[in-house]
Nanobody
Framework: QVQLRESGGGSAQPGGSLSLSCVASGKIFRVNAMGWYRQRPEKEREMVAKVTTDGTVTYEDSVKGRFTISRDNGKNTVFLQMDGLKPEDTAVYHC?????????????????WGRGTQVTVSS
């Protein structure tokens, strides 16, 4: 139906920067909210940043002022620029999209997740 393909991530030193991107493809009528969640070791998955179709953004408190989320609606793509990285940002980052899936008759809203990309911050 719908696939989310993530790219970016990798390793960085504390204070460094990394960027993530995610493209949604498939039977898409409309991509509504898009965002990023992360799964830190021995922690529950948490929302990092989210952006709606009209550009309203929400950030988890610990990343405010350091991470910037943006999207290209025409390309169904969401980006996450991560600056001022800290070791506690180490996690698997998953792309998220709330999609109106195109059916043979009508649409159906559904949440989709990417497989995740590793971000490691260490000196």
């Amino acid at each position: 139906q719908v696939q989310l393909r993530e790219s970016g991530g990798g390793s960085a030193q504390p204070g460094g920067s990394l960027s993530l991107s995610c493209v949604a493809s498939g039977k898409i009528f409309r991509v509504n909210a898009m965002g990023w969640y992360r799964q830190r070791p021995e922690k529950e998955r948490e929302m990092v940043a989210k952006v709606t179709t009209d550009g309203t953004v929400t950030y988890e408190d610990s990343v405010k002022g350091r991470f910037t989320i943006s999207r290209d609606n025409g390309k169904n793509t969401v980006f996450l620029q991560m600056d001022g990285l800290k070791p506690e940002d180490t996690a698997v980052y998953h792309c998220y999209a709330h999609v109106s899936v195109l059916l043979s008759q009508g649409t159906l809203d559904h949440d989709f997740w990417g497989r995740g990309t590793q971000v490691t911050v260490s000196s």
